[in-house]
């Protein structure tokens, strides 16, 4: 499940790490650097990061253009497979 930091009283957030440990350790750096190793005074939190929505519309995209490469070309990627020895 993908984390991040963010700290309310900066306007700052860290990066989307894919374990909580990754934005633990994004909080010691932004705490030790800006609030001088001490928490802000409103707080700051670690929490879920929802993933971003632009996986699923590469994947579209991709599978959009091997439908064109497949229609103008009739070379589908199963052929470029056999061809290679992969199938």
Request: glycine share 12%; charged share 20%.
């Amino acid at each position: 499940m993908p984390h991040r930091y963010t700290c309310p009283d900066c306007n700052a957030a860290g990066a989307v790490h894919a374990s909580r440990r990754g934005a633990e350790k994004d909080q010691k750096d932004h705490r030790k650097t800006v609030h001088g190793g001490m928490s802000p005074p409103s707080g700051d939190r670690i929490g879920y990061a929802p993933p971003s929505s632009r996986g699923p519309l590469i994947v579209i995209g991709v599978f959009m253009l091997l439908i064109l490469v497949r229609q103008l070309t009739g070379v589908a990627p199963d052929d470029v497979a056999r061809w290679l020895g992969l199938i």
